[in-house]
Nanobody, 123 residues
Framework: VQLQASGGGLVQPGGSLRLSCVVS????????MGWFRQAAGREREFVAC????????LYGDAVKDRFTISRDNAKNTVYLQLDSLKPEDTAVYYC?????????????????WGQGTLVTVSS
């Protein structure tokens, strides 16, 4: 199983980025797909998740109305659109895959994790 995240980088406050995560080795269309982030010196934080049923979506309070999760089952890829970025969004962003029965913010419900991609928001 491999989850390959990409798309991170340096962006100014108010800017946008689009993260991608390509999944191989699991039946992607049946997976919950989640995004988490971890800033230096802080605990891992839930960002967003989407179950295979696209209507089942959750967002963390800190990113609600600014970030958008989507998926393309034909490409085995989940995306995270980051808009209106703030310096406090600076973190390593991780994608994760799991088989829980509903969209979930609990990292314990995800069995597979990618290597992370760094997002830095700074002027």
């Amino acid at each position: 199983v491999q989850l390959q995240a990409s798309g991170g980088g340096l962006v100014q406050p108010g800017g946008s980025l689009r993260l991608s995560c390509v999944v191989s080795g699991v039946p992607f269309s049946n997976c919950n797909m989640g995004w988490f982030r971890q800033a230096a010196g802080r605990e891992r934080e839930f960002v967003a998740c989407m179950r295979w049923r696209r209507s089942d979506i959750l967002y963390g309070d800190a990113v609600k109305d600014r970030f958008t999760i989507s998926r393309d089952n034909a490409k085995n890829t989940v995306y995270l659109q980051l808009d209106s970025l703030k310096p406090e969004d600076t973190a390593v962003y991780y994608c994760a895959a799991g088989a829980y029965y509903s969209a979930t913010a609990n990292p314990l419900h995800y069995g597979y994790w990618g290597q992370g991609t760094l997002v830095t928001v700074s002027s």
